[in-house]
């Protein structure tokens, strides 16, 4: 990026814009703002790898994701007071590197969170998958699994989530 590579800046678009763009739809943002606060992380992460000193302590998509949430959350904070920027004025770089540690802690359960279910095996993985991430219900469940009913479903769903605690804890 340093550079001017354009496969590399490329490559941080496709990567990392979709975490953005989704923190941004889901609290109260439109596309286009979206794109607007993930340009402004990017130049605030150009502006960071142009410094001597600087060295990435996380992930790249990490540390972008937090200054995009830091910018829209000041984005928010100003819409909110009708406070407008002059357009001479600089744009601050925030300082992201508690809510960075945060995200690569965050980062870590998940993490975790994918082994215990890979450990856990099936029908659990594929029951917890379907009721938590894809808002199932359990008849749905019941009658993907071939259930005899929602009950059954529910009570296996049960045993499956505190097996799945157990390995989450255990590791």
Sequence with gaps: MRKGDHDAISYIYQSCYPSVAHLILNNNGT???????????????YDKITQ?????SSKLSTFLYAVCKRLWLKSLNKKGQNLRMNDNEELEIPDVDNEIQQHMELEQQFDKMDTALEALGEPCST???????????????CNKLGYTNADNAKNQKYKCLQRLKKLFFDQ
């Design 31 to 45: 596309s286009e703002e979206a794109q607007d606060i993930f340009q402004e992380g990017v130049m605030v992460l």
């Design 127 to 141: 029951i917890l998958k379907e009721f938590y991430i894809h808002n199932k219900s359990m008849q749905e469940i």
């Design 52 to 56: 001597d000193d600087f060295a990435l």
